[in-house]
């Protein structure tokens, strides 16, 4: 009896499962049918709309077109400065960035940040060169870009990133009109 039990078992284990599947299946395939017989959008042909004969419509009184006045001439506005900051060369406080410091200096022309140098950077081991020359440029084109500190961290380099922004910072704090 315990041997017929043992055999019994699984074997009706086995056929559930394969019936429970086969269902599925089925269930699925009368899914698809229903959803095969619709038609397509693109065959079904237009409504027509029912065209009413002009006897029928009612006529109305013309409405009066508004008189539209010329717009004023507005005469220009004086010419602004070209930027928010004062020409020349400013100079960044020195930031530890845990791995070095970083020191950098603005250039502003007609306002406007025009440069950023790198006077100091992280450079005493292979990693931190390799980090700096790939973060570097980056920084320094998406300054420019805003035109402020205000740039996104660059990955792998949070340290430079966050010592940076605090240089460039404290340069632009230096020029402002």
């Given at each position: ?51 009413i004969p002009a006897q029928k419509l009612k006529t109305t009184t013309s ?10 001439v507005v005469s220009p506005t004086p010419m602004m400065p070209q930027g928010k900051y ?92």
């Open positions: 009896m315990t041997s017929l039990k043992k055999i019994l078992v699984p074997v009706l284990f086995v056929a559930g499962f394969v019936i429970a599947v086969v269902f599925q299946r089925n269930t699925r395939s009368t899914e698809n049918i229903f959803v095969s017989t619709l038609p397509d959008v693109d065959t079904l042909e237009a409504i027509p709309t029912p065209v409405i009066p077109t508004p008189v539209v006045s010329p717009t004023p004062r020409d020349g060369t400013y100079v960044g406080d020195a930031v530890d960035a845990t791995y070095g410091i970083v020191q950098v200096k603005a250039v502003i022309t007609d306002g406007k940040l025009s440069d950023v140098v790198f006077l100091s950077y992280p450079n005493d081991r292979e990693n931190s060169i390799r980090i700096s020359t790939m973060a570097m440029p980056i920084l320094r084109q998406e300054a420019i870009s805003v035109q402020s500190e205000k740039v996104d961290a660059v990955s792998g380099a949070s340290y430079t990133s966050a010592a940076f922004k605090q240089s460039l910072g404290s340069a632009l704090l230096k020029c402002m009109m």
